[in-house]
């Protein structure tokens, strides 16, 4: 194990992944934050369990119970167990376990946002994969002292007989480590002495900061006395809680020392939490950080009489820990006095009532059985669940046991999560109720055996609106598609690390993927199951598609709210849009500030995180070779189910416009191709053709295409997007394959009138031209460009009249000009002013100034026109423009859809756009 | 090969994953007025929708937007809608009819239009305010859709934007009737893309018909139709619970016809009901209605205590933590606490009597001395006599500033030991239980049922001044703002936060404590510019013809709006 400077964690992204159980072992437990923040991001994860210190998750319950807080996903989706330890059960650790992966954090935070989401903690971070092994040890470390907690019954029996369905879920996890490890404990032996083991060499430098030392500081005088440095340094900072006369008579034992002022650089006001022993020598450098403060309980003893604590214990060359120091801010103490250190009063426990005490409970259907710290006697016991009494049929005292056989209601209300309050009858007036969540062992198992479903699939179709759920949803689909270079690396080789961008673009190379693999795994074949049948759970890619097609019922998989449900407290995070006070000046103003920032529906982090998402997706649809490695119907699904989302994304402003806008057109030029390369649907083979249609249709990926095309006037996409926009827009209005014809468009838009202005959008979007390419439509045919001409003002003779006409003026003569040619550009003129909404159709006039005299015009109210080409003038009046085929089909499905159209939806909403 | 947790394992230091927000109610209590109480006593009207016109104006816009030859998407209409409401706006401020009053306020976009309020020319394009839809964006869409006036877009009804419904059409031709002779009416009603500079001119002329003034004028345009939908407007039930509060205000401004009633005064008056030597008694069937307002208010004072010991406990935490730069332990803050009950004049201050406050003063023996001197007896549908200086308001009075001092905590208290008598005994829980408004709030939002419930046992216990105060800020302020803090990240916006169960760590962000608005602007303005009373916050108030015929009979008659939407062509449709 080496250790670098490297950047700062953040711990709960680092809690991101496709895990089987996530196991956390803490001093103090911030359900609250848990359940808000952590369980949500771990609900695919199917075993969670906290460990946490026996008293204080004792208090931090019944803090819970007495001021409302149902929180009621303890012990039926996660257990929140005690270590029932005569010391602080101070250990933090984060165990993530999968069959073939893992991920080990030890360190100094406690579960709770300012141990988890706060700078100032320290910590350690292990990676396993069953092909990068070599960190199995620091995993067999932690796993022995879980284990440790179980053999020396410090742990509730539920929660300790649930530990084998934990380690069965990574079988490749030993019950001890084979080799050294750097993770330690003191179970069985105090963490100095470790130390002590390892440091066998002289120490020059002792330099130590913890937040609490003993009153005595006989941990700091322990450290000198064992490894006698020619220099202590101690740091502190202004939380410290130290004595400082105690600390001066302390150091005063050591050769010399000096005492630190230490802050967060970046953060001075920060608590910084973390703990780290750093002993450097000649030739060597050792480190131990976690969880142990410098107190006898902490680093002198073990278990037995002391706490329970977790450390790593790292060497190194002089040097290696050079950037622990780097985030900090050091200042010289010379007066102790002068910050004001002090030693913190620790509370002792309030004293263990008289009375038997609840320990746990547990519900195996409709039984429940409550375990007391000792024997109940004969006396009866009252069980109340939100103020209402349970009732049952039968009710058994073995020793300090009741087994209680609940009614199916009381069962029924009890597993749907929430403290119990507990009275014993005969504990007398002035007892205290106990409050207890019960262990619901059997649906916690059942969340194992629903390890492969993920939660937030079947709402894929409609996201969520909390940042936390969307984050959530992304972290799925990533876990469930297959669709570009990253995710097929993932599939091949999960747990290696992705190879470089090849190119600048950040896109990885792919040439070297084991495609037999992929194609092996089960995330690749989900998308290649045909139909569902009732007794196979569907794949992840079913669930999907069902949940855009509205067809989850079908699945078996409700399409009820939310899975990640909601507790009670969630509501809490609203706040009231509408009733602050607007009767003091610029109240107003704040107020619209606040609406519209809170109107922003995602935090910007997310919304990178999608864009970064859809960008590798387009990248991977735009490279032929590896679509063709993934298969036309793989691809074609994924597009069905990008469409959808980006349209939502889009919608909901969740996504870069011209990133999502990109997307989208490199999804439909794969399916339905370009003007010059056919798509996907049109060159796969009858089955192929076939699976395609059905996964389109189900999608209903060309209604939401044409609504989206429609739609995309509105946004503000940069010339390059629009172009690209209006250029599919054309393709599709005439492709056989897409197939626009009244009953899509009916589809898209059921409503007549709606239709009507939907196809007008559409005219809109696929007009779409900027001034130099209308010109070049015009005189490309006549060998110029747009450069070869310009527009000019003038009056000209119309009829007996004179007129002001906007005419196109040719500078540079044009070989062979004949009339024909003359009244053709007039003719493409008039598409040129249509697409480009001139308003000049009435009268088009085209000088040849390059060929002295030439010119043309034609006059649409009078139906004539005349080209003067060589002095020769000649008269026409069939005038025929190459109207655009997809205007041609537009103007034919919108006359379809008026002519059908005979009752307006709405009173005043149905005047077409056209 | 590198990476996190393989060859770099670490030590790494942890980064702060939320950042600090501002935020507002931190104790998820202002959420239970506004909306849960509110909207069951005035559904339809809320704080932000102030005047009623606007629904005709907004009305008349959406109808003039479809009519017009226009793409029907949001940017098309965002286009079509902001220079009409810059023109609204303008006309608003330079309105010189006669009723307009000296400053009208809540006039949507006056932040930015009151500077060109003098300018002879206006360019309708102005940036007059932030929100691309504007105040029917900001504060309308909603009220409106809960009136029946406009049909929203969403996918359900997969309209590519809101319409007006029938009723909506009526009142925006009612509305362009009034205006239809005016040139920048017939301008704004066109599909006029409003790029020139209109004149002052033009923007009087419009002024005259169209500003929010105009409305109680208006008895052929729009007038009957707006008191027809604010009466009847929207779900029955609503409707009924907007009725009976418009005809709760005007036989409240009865009571006290020669006093100016401004927010504060009208709080006092649902509460109390007596403001000097005048007393407010509800006519009987507006007992009920008038009942649910006491309580409202009730829940304003009763939250005031736990958002103004929220700001007690953080500004004195900063003070104490060095502006939060090291974690104060729980018990330090307890004893803050105590010596401030021990240390405080209150009883000096207020006139209490020459025996003091203090910590270890039982509970129950302050609420007795408090109810000695503040008559809490009369029951739930009684008037309350005041107190100058004891009564819950005198004491917010006393107590609403930022002043930290011992005499707020000991204020705190007394506010709560008088609701505690007045609306939280079991017999007064009992009686207002009918409504559901007492137990609104429950676990999460601190309902007063399940409080005055947990109180009452304590006091009865003997519980001292000192538990009493920290049951208070332990369990009520501090482990609910955590709870709502919580409930709020990735927004960090805790105040106050325990770390490591003992100690309590501070941050340097406002904790103001003040009462949710109760929408008494926006309500009273309602029943003035429908033409019911005259302008309430002025004395010498009087009802109108109609709003003493609402006021005696229950109601006005309905139907003016369905029959004026029977009577418009229906629409049809043009390529």
Redesign the interface.
């Known amino acids: 194990v080496t250790a670098a400077a490297a950047p700062t964690l953040v711990v709960p992204d680092l809690l991101q992944g496709q895990w089987s159980a996530a196991l956390i072992t803490t001093f103090g437990a911030d359900l609250t934050f848990f359940n808000a923040k952590l369980a949500r991001q771990l609900s695919q994860v199917p075993l969670r369990m906290i460990l946490a210190d026996g008293q204080m998750l004792s208090l931090r319950l019944r803090e819970a119970a007495t001021t409302g807080q149902r929180l009621r996903s303890i012990g039926r989706s996660y257990l929140a167990a005690p270590v029932r330890h005569a010391g602080a059960a101070h250990a933090k650790v984060i165990l993530l376990l999968a069959p073939r992966e893992g991920r080990l954090m030890v360190g100094s935070g406690n579960l709770g946002p300012e141990g988890y989401a706060s700078p100032g903690e320290l910590w350690h971070v292990f990676g396993y994969h069953d092909e990068r092994p070599h960190h199995v040890a620091e995993f067999a470390a932690a796993r022995t002292l879980i284990d440790g907690l179980a053999i020396r019954s410090l742990l509730d029996p539920p929660a300790a007989g649930l530990l084998a369905a934990v380690w069965s879920t990574a079988p490749w996890l030993p019950p001890t480590p084979a080799t050294a490890t750097a993770v330690r404990h003191n179970l069985d032996r105090p963490l100095l002495d470790q130390l002590a083991d390892t440091v066998d060499w002289p120490v020059r430098d002792l330099v130590v900061h913890a937040p609490f030392h003993d009153p005595d500081c006989a941990a700091l005088a322990a450290l000198i006395e064992q490894f006698t440095p020619a220099k202590v340094t101690v740091l502190v900072s202004k939380a410290t809680s130290i004595d400082a006369h105690r600390l001066t008579t302390v150091l005063a034992t050591a050769k010399k020392s000096t005492v630190e002022l230490v802050e967060v650089t970046a953060e001075p006001g920060a608590y910084l939490h973390a703990k780290w022993l750093h002993l450097r020598g000649a030739s060597y450098e050792a480190l131990l950080t976690g969880s142990a403060n410098l107190s006898r309980s902490a680093l002198l003893r073990a278990t037995a009489d002391g706490n329970i604590e977790t450390g790593v214990i790292t060497t190194g060359a002089p040097g290696t820990f050079t950037g622990l120091y780097e985030h900090l801010r050091r200042t010289r103490l010379d007066d102790l006095s002068a910050v004001g250190l002090r030693l913190q009063p620790i509370q002792p426990p309030p004293p263990p009532p008289q009375h038997p005490v609840v320990l746990w409970s547990r519900l195996d259907r409709t039984r429940l059985t409550v375990m007391f710290d000792q024997a109940i006697g004969t006396g009866s016991i009252t069980v109340t669940f939100a103020e209402t009494s349970l009732s049952w049929s039968a009710m058994r005292v073995r020793g300090p046991a009741v087994e209680i056989d609940l009614d199916d209601v009381s069962a029924a209300r009890v597993a749907d999560g929430g403290p119990l309050t507990i009275e014993l009858d005969a504990a007398g007036p002035g007892a205290q109720p106990s409050y207890t969540w019960p262990y619901q062992i059997e649906a916690i198992r059942h969340r194992l055996d629903m390890t492969s479903q993920r939660d937030r699939l079947p709402y894929i179709a409609n996201l969520p609106d909390r940042d936390a759920d969307l984050y959530a949803s992304l972290q799925e689909l990533e876990q469930t598609l297959v669709f570009d270079p990253v995710s097929a690396w993932r599939v091949a080789r999960p747990g290696t690390e992705l190879p470089a961008p090849a190119a600048d673009d950040g896109v990885i190379g792919w040439h070297d993927l084991d495609w037999d693999r992929v194609r092996r795994d089960p995330r690749y074949a989900g998308y290649l199951t045909p139909g569902h049948r009732a007794e196979v759970s569907p794949t992840d890619i079913q669930v999907i598609l069902a949940s855009i097609a509205g067809r989850l019922s079908e699945l078996g998989t409700p399409a009820a709210a939310d899975p990640a449900a909601a507790d009670d407290e969630d509501d809490l995070a609203h706040e009231s849009d509408t009733e602050v006070s607007t009767e003091d000046e610029g109240a107003q103003d704040r107020q619209d500030d606040e609406i519209v920032r809170r109107a922003l529906p995602i935090t910007t982090r997310t919304r990178m995180a999608f864009t970064r998402f859809v960008k590798r997706y387009t990248a991977a649809t735009k490279d032929s070779a590896f679509v063709n490695e993934l298969g036309p119907v793989v691809a074609a699904t994924n597009a069905a189910i990008f469409n959808h989302l980006l349209a939502q994304l889009l919608e909901r402003d969740i996504v870069d416009v011209s990133s999502a806008t990109n997307a989208q057109v490199a999804l439909w030029s794969l399916l339905w191709g370009t003007p010059t390369a056919p798509g996907l649907v049109a060159y796969v083979d009858a089955p192929q053709r076939s699976t395609i249609e059905k996964v389109l249709a189900e999608g209903k990926v060309r209604e939401t295409t044409l609504r989206w095309l429609a739609g995309s006037g509105e946004l503000d996409l940069d010339p390059v997007s629009e172009r690209a926009v209006r250029d599919v827009a054309r393709h599709l209005i005439v492709n056989e394959d897409f197939n626009l014809d009244e009953p899509l468009v009916r589809a898209a838009q059921p409503n007549p009138a709606l239709a009507a202005a939907l196809l007008g959008q559409l005219i809109e979007v696929a007009s779409a031209s900027v001034q130099n390419e209308l010109d070049d439509l015009v005189l490309e045919p006549l060998g110029l460009t747009h450069r070869d001409a310009e527009w000019d003002k003038g009056r000209v003779p119309r009829g007996t009249a004179t007129i002001n006409a906007d005419v196109l003026v040719v500078h540079t003569p044009v070989a062979r000009l004949s009339h024909v040619r003359v009244r053709q550009a007039l003719e493409r003129l008039a598409v040129a002013s249509f697409l480009g909404g001139w308003n000049i159709d009435e009268y088009l006039r085209i000088r040849f100034q390059g060929n002295r005299s030439d010119v043309g015009f034609w006059d649409e109210q009078a139906g004539v026109g005349v080209t003067l080409v060589d002095g020769d003038a000649v008269d026409f009046d069939i005038f025929q423009p190459p109207w655009p085929d997809w205007l041609g089909r537009l103007d034919g499905l919108q006359a379809v859809l008026l002519a059908a159209f005979t009752t307006p939806p709405i009173a005043g909403a149905t005047r077409s756009a056209v | 090969?590198?990476?996190?947790?393989?060859?770099?394992?670490?030590?790494?230091?942890?980064?702060?994953?939320?950042a600090p927000a501002k935020?507002?109610?931190h104790l998820?209590l202002?959420?239970v007025?506004?909306?849960q109480i509110?909207p069951m006593l005035s559904p339809g009207i809320?704080?932000?929708t102030?005047h009623p016109r606007y629904w005709s104006f907004y009305c008349w816009v959406?109808?003039s937007f479809?009519?017009?030859?226009?793409?029907?998407?949001?940017?098309?209409f965002r286009d079509f809608y902001r220079p009409r409401e810059a023109l609204f706006a303008m006309a608003c401020h330079v309105c010189d009819a006669a009723e307009h009053p000296p400053a009208m306020?809540?006039v949507v976009g006056?932040?930015r239009i009151r500077a060109k309020a003098g300018d002879e020319w206006f360019n309708p394009q102005f940036d007059y305010?932030?929100?691309p839809l504007g105040g029917y964006g900001?504060?309308y869409r909603s009220t409106m859709e809960a009136t029946d006036t406009i049909?929203v877009a969403n996918a359900a009804s997969?309209?590519?934007f809101d319409?007006?419904?029938?009723e909506?059409?009526a009142l925006?031709a009612a509305f362009g009737s009034a205006v239809g002779d005016t040139a920048l009416g017939a301008r704004m009603a066109s599909g006029d893309a409003l790029t020139e500079t209109v004149t002052r001119a033009d923007l009087v002329a419009f002024a005259r018909e169209a500003c929010l003034c105009q409305l109680r004028l208006a008895d052929g345009f729009d007038l009957p139709l707006l008191r027809d939908l604010f009466l009847h407007g929207g779900r029955e039930q609503e409707a009924r619970a907007r009725r009976y509060t418009l005809r709760m205000l005007l036989d409240l401004s009865q009571a006290v016809p020669d006093t100016a009633i401004d927010?504060t005064t009208f709080r006092q008056l649902v509460y109390f009901r007596t403001l000097g030597t005048l007393t407010y008694q509800p006519r009987s069937d507006l007992r009920d209605t008038a009942r649910r307002w006491r309580t409202y208010q009730a829940r304003e004072y009763f939250a005031f205590i736990f958002n103004r010991l929220l700001g007690w406990v953080t500004r004195r935490g900063l003070h104490e933590s060095?502006?939060?730069?090291?974690?104060l332990?729980a018990?330090r803050l307890r004893q803050m606490l105590d010596h401030a009950l021990d240390g405080n004049t209150f009883a000096q201050d207020r006139e209490l009597g020459r025996r003091p406050v203090r910590a270890g003063t039982t509970a129950a023996d302050f609420a007795a001395t408090l109810a000695a001197e503040v008559d809490v007896t009369p029951g739930v549908d009684e008037p309350w006599p005041r107190h100058d200086l004891l009564d819950e308001h005198a004491l917010y009075d006393w107590c609403h500033s930022q002043e930290d001092d011992p005499e707020t905590v000991v204020a705190m208290l007394a506010i709560l030991l008088l609701l505690h008598r007045r609306v939280g005994s079991p017999d007064r829980l009992a009686a207002l239980a009918a409504d559901g408004l007492i137990g609104r709030g429950?676990?999460?939002?601190n309902g007063m049922s399940?409080f005055f419930t947990l109180l009452g046992p304590k006091i009865t216990g003997g519980a001292t001044l000192s538990e009493l105060a920290w049951w208070l800020v332990n369990?009520?302020v501090i482990?609910?703002h955590?709870?709502?803090a919580?409930?709020?990240?990735?927004d960090?916006t805790?105040r106050v936060?325990r770390?490591?169960?003992?100690?309590l760590?501070f941050f340097q962000q406002e904790a103001p404590a003040?009462?949710?608005?109760s929408?008494y602007?926006a309500l009273s303005t309602t029943v003035h510019e429908v033409g019911l009373v005259s302008n309430l916050w002025q004395p010498g108030h009087r009802l109108s013809q109609a709003g003493r015929q609402l006021l005696r009979d229950g109601d006005l008659p309905a139907g003016a709006l369905a029959t004026a939407?029977a009577g418009?062509q229906?629409?049809?449709?043009?390529?």
């Open positions: 090969m590198t990476g996190l947790g393989w060859e770099h394992t670490g030590p790494i230091w942890s980064t702060r994953v939320y935020g507002q109610d998820g202002g959420s007025s506004s909306d509110l809320n704080v932000l102030i959406l109808d479809w009519n017009a030859d226009r793409p029907r998407t949001r940017a098309s306020g809540n006056s932040l305010i932030k929100e900001l504060y049909a997969r309209f590519p319409a007006a419904t029938p909506g059409r925006a927010q060095d502006d939060g730069l090291f974690p332990p018990e429950g676990s999460t939002r399940r369990d009520y482990v609910q955590e709870r709502v919580t409930s709020k990240l990735p960090d805790f936060r770390s490591g169960g003992e100690q760590r003040q009462f949710a608005d929408r602007l939407a418009l229906p629409a049809t449709v043009t390529g």
